[in-house]
């Protein structure tokens, strides 16, 4: 979509629709100037007599006959409670109502929607709304994008170079989570670890200061990668760990964020049950988040390191495949016992982590639908935050304030840690029968070494299920948050 900046009174009657965002105190006060001149009695009407409340999800419409408008209240919510969140859901119900009606230019009104003191910017806007529009296109089907323009009115028009700079990062930001979204919800027979390594490779188009570096399973048993391999063993589709550098600043430690890239799984010999297993699709959506993030920033030209590593391999069962029992040599040295073949995210992330240390990373944190129990425990609203640095767990935390992508913080005690002892070698991959994403965290703490690093598990918050399936492209705004602001 076009934006523009408009001054209120420049507006109706050169608009299709016109958005008026409201809180539930319902003041029309907030509803800027002009639409409260030339419209108060119809949004009177709208306000007293048809029980508008101003929450979220709700909305009236009125037609505006004389100016050849409709107008469109939406509620906010509770202002006390207003925050990117709450907008993020606003916008979003909007968007589901007006994007089968037939307007080509929608103008919204601003004022009580960019908040500062809320943390609400017009980049997060730009963005909500892009990303509202998303659809999932499978190859037969036309793209309809039928909204071209998209007027931003408010009392004062933004200064100029702002506004540009908020559209071109909001959209750049949408254009992230839009492609983690379309890689997770692509079939997996044809999101294999080869295609997402090619993936890769198509962020260099972007930007000429992205580098990316394949590594095949030749070179992955060469450098000792022997748990990422014994993943990718049972499948014949070779696994691929592929480093993306974006490194434009001279000597500074670079942020690197490593993803779980597993394109399908199906537990291995510790075979999943049937129910819903097509949704392990998505659990590569770690991954894809990584591959979201470094495209944004690559396309904002950021002027800031960072690396991004994605471990690509997929879970299958078969006469290759590795066996509960089976111990393999890790590229850090420690080897690992498998008592579950489906416990492999873990597998293909320590490798992936050992590797990341050559980069002496400033922070690492990992993104993996790692464990069914961080679904249990926390639902599906926040991600799992795990960290051995509370200053990184904190500022992490402050990125998913400042998105609405949020995060819950769970401890790793040293008794997690007892749980992966095992007599038959250096750790085992599954802890007991309790907590099971907190041992998942502590099997990758083993690994960090002393890097500051963190764990985000994505198992409830990479896609929703039920009418809206569909991977949500999470976490990739709190990752472009984190990097630009640490
Ligand atoms: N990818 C799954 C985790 C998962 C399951 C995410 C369901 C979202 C929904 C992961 O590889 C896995 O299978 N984890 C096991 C670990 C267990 C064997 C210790 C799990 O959570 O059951
Ligand atoms: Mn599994
Ligand atoms: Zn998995």
Redesign the pocket.
Known sequence: MDYKSLKANTIIGKTDIYLVGVYTDKRLSHLGKSIAKLNIELAKKCFNKNDFTGNIGDHRTIDDFKNNVQILFFGLGDKDKYSPLTLNKSIKGIISKIKDIHVTNISINTDNIISKRNNVTLELLVTYLEDGFYKYIYKKEKKKSKIKSCNLISNKIFPRKAFITSVTNGKAISNGIKLAKDLGNTPPNICNPTFLSNEAIKLKKINKKLKVTVINEAKMKSMGMGSLLSVSQGSKEPAKLVAIEYMPVKNKQPIVLVGKG?TF?T??ISL?PSPNMDE?KY?MSGAGSVLGTMKALAEMNINKNVIGIIACAE?MPGSQATRPGDVYTSMSGLTIEILN?????RLVLCDALTYSRKYKPKYMIDMATLTGACLVGLGKYPSGLFSNDQKLAELIKKSADKTGDRVWQLPLYDDYFEELKTNFADIQNIGGRYGGAITAAAFLAKFTDGVKWAHLDIAGTAWEVGKNKGSTGRPVSLLIDFVLSN
């Open positions: 597993i799984d537990g291995g999943k392990m659990d879970n073949t489906d416990a492999e995210g």
